[in-house]
Structures are given as structure tokens and as C-alpha cells.
């Protein structure tokens, strides 16, 4: 059983996944080992994840490793309905995802995917994991464990640790380097930048892009930001971040002093209100405001209304809010995470990274990784340089390797 828009649209879905999985090699390679090997035999999986053509693969995968699959929205502004009807009708998956549905249908399709009392979970924000502590814990007893996608959602996990009520291992998969490294910096970065540009075809180069959050996410947007010509303003909490900024050449304001300054604006901290009425109030008529990171929280929206009133929508993904001044300012995507929001996520050869360290992933945890205790835990190092080294395997790139004088060299060094 799934509940999608319309299952006439799996034609048009199995050939969108057909061209990310030819941009995918890491993922069918392991896709293939699962199908020979069946290591996921037994296991039901449930992921609340971007419902999307480069999930397919993930979710084909883990269906060819003999996996019971059930997936729902982690946000449903990126669903691709077409992508879900071809899951559901082509592949036998319970899908439960429309694209555009309310809180009330989201929070109904994660209790649907729950339903199937998984043996492990895969995130994108939590939801899945925070909804099972707090509403299904009949459920706790058959959990192996799960992982994790994104900052955001370990943020809501440590809490729960801390606080004790965290019952199973979660690996954290947005921490390992591979992940690190192409999704959050790579990936996030072209794709912030390409949602911006949907949503508002402006040209960049001459114009002031503030980024407020210079982890790996907002220096690969910094980068690829200042690389379309544009003039960067990094806005920062942390001093070690604000001097990398510093040193690559930015300039470093708070975020006051910036906001006066900026033509765009995109949060990518993960905190709640970022963006508030003292920034808007100082901001230039036309400015632009975006959100890269997960949740729509880090641009006030109750106080942008209580200034402007409701906007107006200029374009399909612009709303604009009116001040008492005359000044304009253009909200993209309702404030929600504008790469997905307003494009089409991360490009499918680094999400082939991201999601080919889900299903090694969900592998070690149905071997090794049973042996984990409750808490949030690293992705184990092989399981990161493995999807490293097939990468460079699809791409044809060989590393040096060490002789055995280096070694035995080096291993003196390691003795005590």
C-alpha cells in the first residue's frame, strides 16, 4: 500500500531515475553486491528522506539487498511525484509522499511508514527517530538502529542522548569525510546557488551574497558564490570558522552590520532565527533571503509577516513582503531549504556518495553494528575510505601505495 499523487506518472519517474543512476556508479556497484549477496534479507527499512530520483537508488539497493523498503517525505517540497509512483508501482516500495502535502499529511505519511515496525531507520531531520521515541516506543524492542542524514537531525539525536531518551545506535552519516566533504561542501554548495537562480534568475556576479554559517556547508557556498562573481559576506559564532573565512578572504561581519549590506541572504546554521526583524529592518529594498538549512526556522517568518503582512507571490517561488518604508523584500520557497525547495537537491554524482554510505551503512548495522550500544556513533573509517576508493575506481584514478620500507618506517613512529 502507498499513497501517492498519481501512479500514472511511473512512466515518466523510471525515466528520471534511469538518468541519476547512470550518473550513480558507486551506488549500483554496491547495488550489485547486495543483489548477489542479500546481506539486508529479513530487514524492514523505513526512511523519511527527500523523495527524489537519487533516492531511488538508495531504496533500489537496499530492496535488491532483500530489504522490506517504506519511504515518506523528509520534506514535500522536494518530493518528485513521479519519482514516487515509479518506487511504488515499479518496485513494490510503500511509498508515502505527495509533493506540496501539510504538516498534518507529513506527520500522517511518517506514522504510515512507522507502521511497518522497522529494524532500522534512515533520516533526514529525525523525524522518524524522534516520532518512534515519542509516540511508538511499542516499537524500541525490534529496532536495531538507524542513521542520520544531516546536522539538524543529530543536533535533535545528542539532545536526546543527553537527556537519556535516545534507546538505540544512530550512525552519523552527515559526519563521515566522504559525506563531509562532496554533500555538505560540493553539493550543497552548487546547489543552494542553483535553487536561487530558479527561483529568481538574478545575476550574481557585482551583487553582496551574505552567508550566515561558514561550516562545511556555507564555505562551499562562499566559494562557489564568490566564483559566480559575486561579493561575500560571511556572518559567523565561532571564532576558528570566522578566521578560516578570513583567511580565504571574505569579509567577516556580525550579522547586523551585514544585513544592511547584503542583496541576498542565505542562513545555513541549523538555528532558529538567524534572520529577524532588527535584520530586516536594516535591509536594502529588493533584498533576497534564502534558507539552506534544513528546517524552515532560521529566517523569522512571524516577525517578517508582522512587519509586511502577508506577502505576495511575485514569482512561483518568490513571495514578496511590502515594509511600511516601501522597501521589498523577497522570501524564496516559503523559507524552506531552497536547493531542493526551489531545484533539484544536490547533483546525483555526489549524492551516489552520500547514499552509498546509507546502505553500507544499514549493512553494518544489520552485521557488526548489532553490537552498538544506544547513542550517536561515527560511521565506521572503512566503510568512508570503501565508498572513497570506488569512486576513484568509476573514475578511473589510482593512489600511490606505500612500499614496505615506508612502512615499516612509519611503524616505528607508532610504537610507544
Known sequence: MSDIADPALAGAGATRIEWADAQMPVLRSIRERFGAQRPLAGLTVAACLHVTAETAGLVRTLVAGGAEVALCAANPLATQDEVAAALAQDEGVGVFARRGEDLDALGGHVADVLDRAPHVTLDDGADLLVTLHAVRPDLLDGLIGGTEETTSGLV????????????????AVNEARAERVFNDHYGTGQSTLDGILRATNLLLAGRTIVVLGYGPTGRGIALRARGAGAQVVVCEIDPIAGLDARMEGFDVLPSLQAAARGDVFITVTGAPGVLGRAHFERMKDGAVLANAGHFDVEIDLAALRALAGQGRRVRPLVEQYALAD???????????VVNLAAGEGHPASVMDLSFALQALSVEHLAGAGRDLGPGVHAVPDDIDREVARLKLASLGVTLDELTEDQRGYLRRWEQP
Open 156 to 171: 535533535r539525536l545528542r539532545a536526546m542522548q543527553a537527556a537519556g531518551r535516545l534507546s538505540c545506535p544512530v550512525l
Open 326 to 336: 516601501g522597501r521589498r523584500l523577497n522570501l524564496l520557497a516559503s523559507g524552506r
